[in-house]
């Protein structure tokens, strides 16, 4: 019997090879083998893998010459890859060849097998290779990565290993890299397609990133006739690869108390980062009225149903006005019987001038005459942002405190004085209604505490005797001028730094009166009091005169006449005053383009500093027909087609998701991988596909051709 050295298997004497599948050793090489690992030096493991050496071969025949026996017998083996550094796109398949080299003096059996992350999708062919000795090969690597999410795009390392059947000691590894390219898909869907209710219903539009790179979308509801709400009517979602994102949407229509049931179509509109195609998914949303039509017709039976309706209808309710221009919307709370208080909001998403909604919510039961506060969006806003201060005189505090608040303001207030304005109403802001401020800005109330308790006269307690001067020593209530003879003396309150309100009320509370007079100032803020006259602390008599300095903000700036200056000329102009800057363009046959045409304000208004001045640039002749200005800029004058324009205005609004959050190499404004500036104009840093900038380029070039001459 023969026991294999390598795993201990008893063998028939006649074995060749050890009956043990997991081993196959050749026998003929065990004692030598198992002699070599004896001999190593001391420390060393005895299961170290051989890649290369020799050993005795088996027995020869008999007869055969005695040198015969002895001739040592070589193992090894040899691994090449033909390309170990592989790109390969998921959904398909790159191939390299492996060649294994038997290196040794015997006929070997050799299994190959591959080893990391994209071991998965590895494929050879053949796996196992009979190699003569001193002969060679070859075997095809295949790897065919699934184009699924969970296939990640960048570099994998991956480790191909050979290994002998017969001996197991006998191995060679090579490695290499694959490159998994990337790739982008969108799955939208909207659930439920179609809705239907008197209230507004919900639906849901879920968003799958089927890529395996991560990607920004933007959702936008929109409806034809612009009769439907969308809650919110925009949104943005950030999707990882196989990630999803559900956004509900609040869909509703116009109130109606009788007629048929109306549908409105809709579409939301998925609109990818990346630039590829938008999806669009379209809904429908039915409107029941409160009534169904065929109640009108019953109008004999229905005299006495719908008395008894009204009769059972709840209060007053907050008409719905989102959606609809400040003006009408005022209208609509008046005729309800309510005060809009106008409340200006920062949104990004609803149009400038637009109604966003009340507060109290609409369809909200409230009194008639009380106030409502009016949300009208101011569009978006970035840095610091001026907002106007909403008018709040005639409310209760409470009221007055939530509108303010929800501007964005911060809010103190202090008593004041008033026979004629009831306790707790607002009397007087500061900055006063009307007046464009900071977000975050301090106004200060002033509120009334009712009319003034009038004090009760005492009559002295003595009379001066027939020697005694008036106002001699020890006498209080005498004027130093003689003017003030017999009254009290007080002292004129320190009020500079307050707001105009608060201070008069101050010297007002100390029985002065007040006159206040403004003066510019460029560091004190408008409203607030500079100085006194009489100085502060100084004695005067009651009922004297106080003479209140009030600043009255930065001196104006007079806007300079810039017409027929070139625009950046203006422009620096403006800037250099203090004045912000907004460009417009407009066309003119007489005018070249690049020149100033007007300004507004007009050139010598007189306006504070920090106003928004709009350009208005000449765009040069117009464009022929069948072309538009581009407008990659305000007054950017290049003609191209329609098509061009509003791939150029989409293009603008996507600008900010194109922009890379965490590369900076190119500045602030480095583009996401797959996106170049459009360089249409000068500075111009939008991030758009490859093609765009070529195209934009060409039409630069074609531009002197496209204008009416």
Not at 82 to 111: I, K, M, W, Y
Not at 582 to 593: D, L, Q, R
Request: with cysteine; aromatic share 4%.
């Amino acid at each position: 019997m023969r026991d294999c050295s390598t795993c201990g298997t008893t063998n028939s004497p006649d074995a060749e090879f050890c009956v043990n599948p997991q081993c196959r050793t050749y026998l003929g090489w065990a004692t030598s083998a198992a002699a070599a690992v004896r001999e190593q030096p001391s420390g060393a493991r005895a299961d170290t893998p051989v890649t290369a050496g020799v050993a005795p071969g088996p027995p020869g025949p008999v007869g055969a010459p005695a040198g015969a026996q002895g001739n040592p017998q070589r193992y090894g083996v040899h691994l090449a890859i033909e390309q170990n550094q592989l790109t390969v796109d998921p959904g398909s398949a790159v191939v390299t060849t492996l060649t294994v080299h038997n290196t040794g003096t015997r006929v070997e059996e050799f299994e190959l097998g591959v080893a990391g992350p994209m071991r998965p999708f590895a494929h050879l062919e053949p796996a196992v290779l009979s190699v003569f000795p001193d002969d060679r090969a070859t075997a095809v690597l295949r790897f065919a990565p699934p184009r699924d999410p969970r296939t990640r795009a960048g570099q994998a390392p991956f480790l191909v290993g050979v290994r002998s059947r017969v001996n197991a000691r006998v191995s060679d590894s090579g490695s290499g890299t694959l490159t998994i390219g990337s790739f982008t898909d969108v799955r939208a869907a909207l659930r439920p397609e179609t809705s239907r209710g008197r209230k507004a219903g919900t639906h849901t539009v879920t968003i799958t990133n089927a890529g395996n790179v991560p990607l920004a979308v933007q959702i936008v509801l929109t409806d034809r006739t612009g009769t439907l709400t969308f809650q919110p009517p925009r949104a943005v979602a950030q999707l990882t690869p196989g990630g999803a994102a559900d956004t509900p949407v609040l869909i509703g229509g116009e109130r109606k108390w009788f007629g048929r049931t109306e549908s409105h179509a809709f579409t939301a509109q998925v609109d990818r980062a990346d630039g590829g195609a938008p999806v669009t998914l379209n809904g429908v949303r039915n409107q029941v009225p409160v009534f169904p039509w065929w109640v009108p017709v019953a109008a004999a039976v229905l005299l006495a149903l719908t008395l008894a309706v009204v009769a059972l209808l709840p209060g007053d309710k907050v008409p719905s006005v989102a959606g609809k221009s400040r003006a009408d919307a005022e209208r609509a709370l008046q005729e309800a019987g309510y005060r809009p208080v106008y409340v200006p909001k920062v949104d990004a998403g609803i149009p400038f001038g637009q109604a966003i909604g009340t507060e109290p919510r609409a369809n909200e039961e409230l009194d008639r005459g009380s106030p409502v506060n009016l949300h009208v969006s101011i569009g978006p806003c970035e840095g610091e942002c001026l907002i106007e201060v909403p008018n709040v005189l005639g409310l209760p505090l409470a009221d007055a405190q939530k509108a303010l608040e929800q501007a964005e303001f911060g809010v103190r207030h202090f008593e004041q004085q008033s026979p004629e304005i009831a306790k707790g109403m607002v009397i007087a802001s500061t900055p006063v209604a009307g007046e464009q401020k900071a977000r975050g800005s301090e106004v200060a109330l002033a509120v009334s505490s009712g009319p003034a308790s009038t004090p009760t006269s005492a009559g002295p307690t003595s009379s001066a005797g027939p020697g005694d001067d008036k106002g001699g020593p020890g006498k209080e209530g005498t004027g130093t001028d003689g003017t003030g003879e017999g009254k009290e003396q007080v002292p004129v309150p320190d009020v500079a730094g307050l707001p105009e309100a608060e201070a008069v009320a101050k010297i007002r509370e100390k029985g002065l009166t007040a006159t206040t007079v403004g003066k510019p100032d460029d560091t004190v803020a408008k409203g607030i009091v500079l100085a006194v006259e009489p100085a502060a602390k100084t004695m005067v008599a009651a009922g004297s005169a106080v003479t209140v300095t009030v600043s009255s903000g930065p001196k104006p700036i007079e806007v300079p006449g810039l017409a027929g200056k070139p625009k950046a000329e203006a422009i620096t102009k403006l800037e250099a005053l203090g004045l912000k800057t907004k460009v417009g363009g407009k066309a003119s046959a007489t005018v070249a383009a690049g020149t100033v045409l007007s300004t507004a304000p007009a050139g010598g208004a007189q306006v504070r500093p920090g106003t928004e001045v709009t350009v208005v640039v000449s765009q040069g002749p117009s464009c022929k027909s069948g072309f538009v200005f581009r407008l990659a800029a305000p007054d950017d004058p290049v003609c191209v087609l329609p098509a061009t324009a509003d791939r150029t205005k989409n293009e603008n609004e996507q600008a900010k998701y194109r922009v890379s959050t965490t590369d900076h190499r190119y500045g602030p404004d480095t583009c996401v991988q797959g996106f170049v500036w459009r360089e249409a104009v000068p500075n111009d840093h939008v991030c758009v596909p490859t093609q765009s900038r070529t195209d934009a380029a060409a039409d630069n070039a074609a531009d002197k051709d496209r204008h009416v001459k």
